[in-house]
């Protein structure tokens, strides 16, 4: 994809554009109005990633354009960037290239930056990194108040911790989340902020109903950003996801928030599902009395792929299926193949990537 133009001048129109797509390609589908939900037009991302590039005796952040991807593009600064990574910038660059230690044969920087104002920096190198490497890494993370990494082939040196704290706003409430190098966050956390709030109103609205809330089963569900958001609005709560790391951090989210009523198994969404469908038994289950729970919810929010056939299936019999999605295209896909057992009762457009074409949506089907 090529590089985006960052011009607040053009946002609101840039926005339009994207809305008015996500209107008529669920047309058919009779979308609702969507709540809409802006990103801050500068520095709302809370990673990035840069390639150094060396070059006449100095150092810079390059970035590259899918159009010549063999041309660096310098970069001073970036504006998208949150506060505390656009303010880091320009300091970690210079100490990188005042240090022999550090700026040997390094070719990436990764930052990781919280709403709270935390940074995670990890250095990433085309050598092995010794005792000096560390020696001077220790003075730079110091000099900077910054949590540091070093990485380089089968070398990881974790400098402090190899995580954030965050804190986010929601629904009068203060989450915690501890954020992990090199696993998925929310990049947007303003917009996550909205995405949380948004989704904790649909279970409300579910759960007002005179049968109650019931139980939720939630796939996908990552360091459990939306698990604590949503666990309490529910009897119970069966969360599956794959990745270990995500897997332990979600643990340590539910416990940091207080969340008790979450059993999270490390399953894919397709094994869930044959679980769920009376397949086969599988040892990850152990302990879970599937038949026990009362699901009326199920929570999504997949990959860009969307959700597979046996999953769809699996969806069919839920009253209530809450869908984020981060690819409106196999949203639609899904949405076709629910359409015969589930309507739109509520939408929204969450603006993560602004100055590109990527639309976060939100969908809250009901059986008909």
């Known amino acids: 994809m090529p590089l985006p133009i960052i011009d607040p001048a053009r946002y609101e129109d840039q926005l339009a554009t994207k809305l008015a797509r996500y209107r008529a390609d669920f047309a058919e589908f009779d979308l609702p ?17 840069f390639r150094l590039w060396h070059h006449d005796g100095r150092i810079d952040y390059a970035m590259f354009d899918s159009a010549d991807p063999k041309q660096p593009i310098l970069v001073d600064s970036f ?20 240090s022999e230690a550090l ?39 110091a000099d900077l108040n910054i949590q540091l990494i070093g990485r380089s082939r089968k070398q990881k040196i974790v400098l402090g911790r190899d995580w954030v704290q965050e804190v986010l706003a929601v629904d009068g409430q203060r989450l915690r989340f501890q954020q992990f190098e090199g696993s998925f966050t929310q990049p947007n956390g303003e917009v996550n902020q909205h995405m949380l709030g948004w989704a ?3 279970a409300k609205r579910v759960g007002a109903r005179p049968q109650g809330p019931g139980d939720l089963l939630e796939l996908y569900c990552g360091n459990g950003n939306f698990t604590v958001a949503l666990a309490p609005l529910f009897g119970r709560v069966l969360a599956t996801e794959m990745s270990k790391t995500s897997v332990n951090a979600a643990h340590t989210n539910l416990a940091d928030n207080n969340v008790a009523n979450v059993t999270l198994v490390r399953m894919a969404s397709q094994e869930i599902s044959d679980a769920l469908a009376g397949g086969r038994e599988y040892r990850r289950m152990q302990g879970v009395n599937l038949a026990s729970y009362r699901f009326s919810t199920l929570f999504v929010d997949p990959p860009r792929a ?11 019999g839920f009253d209530n299926i809450l869908y984020i ?21 509520a939408a929204a457009a969450f603006d993560q990537f602004p100055y590109t074409h990527h639309l976060e949506c939100g969908l809250l089907l009901q059986k008909r």
């Open 33 to 49: 109005e969507p709540q809409v939900f802006r990103s801050a037009p500068l520095h709302y991302r809370l990673r990035a990633e």
């Open 79 to 98: 504006p998208p960037a949150a506060e505390p990574i656009a303010t880091l910038m320009p300091r970690l660059r210079d100490a990188l290239q005042a």
């Open 103 to 141: 700026r040997s044969k390094i070719f990436q920087v990764d930052f990781l930056a919280t709403l709270s104002g935390e940074c995670l920096v990890s250095l990433i190198y085309h050598r092995p990194l010794d005792e000096a490497w560390e020696a001077a890494a220790r003075t730079l993370a």
């Open 200 to 202: 904790r109103a649909q």
């Open 306 to 316: 969307g959700l597979d056939e046996g999953t769809i299936a699996l969806a069919k």
């Open 325 to 345: 999605s981060c690819n409106p295209e196999t949203l639609r896909a899904n949405v076709a193949a629910l359409s015969a057992t589930h309507r739109i009762d």
